[in-house]
């Protein structure tokens, strides 16, 4: 079955613990914890002390993903804070191999992005070390962008490569995801689909999982 994990980004800041019962009661399976640090990307988020204080909240996982400078500097707050996933850039990366034994070194479990235009070549050679592949269908830093088509064939690129090495680290998709994206990400071999205004946009935060979930 398809895991859903939804973007907090989406959610209403001012009641955060309470939106995160609501997906987890509606049968999230990660929450997606978006860190933007305004030079990666053109905006501002989450610090590890709103993971630290999302944690008691909820016994899902959670997956946070880092789309910040120098994220070797920010990796231990993060994994102190009560993270459960931690994925970082490639782009961001000059020394991939030793970011993702950072994370590992934390006990974490360690993942690699990368943005839509960044050639799925890039991470070969860190597929090996990887719990998760996340591959990016909007250039990141804001919700409620437009799925890039174009990134499909990496989707089904990444996961010839795990058939083909034996691996079995988990391939996520973020941005744009909703009911109508959701099948052709799986197909291409998605086992986890991040969605954010797609889920806390809908009144319904369940039935809104559960299409996404249906569709997929
Ligand atoms: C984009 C973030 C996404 C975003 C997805 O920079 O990484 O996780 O919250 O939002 P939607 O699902 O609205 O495209
Ligand atoms: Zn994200």
New binding site residues.
Partial sequence: MTKIAP?I??SDFSKLGEEIKDVERGGADYI?V?V?DGHF?PNITIGPLIVEHIRPVTDLPLDV?L?IENPDQYIEAFAKAGSDIITVHQETCPHLHRTIQLIKSHGVKAGVVINPATPAETIRPILQEVDLVLL?T?N??????SFIHSVIPKITQIAEWRKEDQLSFEIEV?????ASTARMCTEAGADVL?????IFNQEDRKQAIEEIRASS
Wanted: charged share 10%; hydrophobic share 45%; proline share 4%.
């Fill in positions: 973007s980004l989406a997606h978006d933007m990307v993903h789309m990016m909007v990141p830093g804001f919700g409620g962008q973020d941005g744009g995801v909703k991040v969605a954010g205004s797609a």
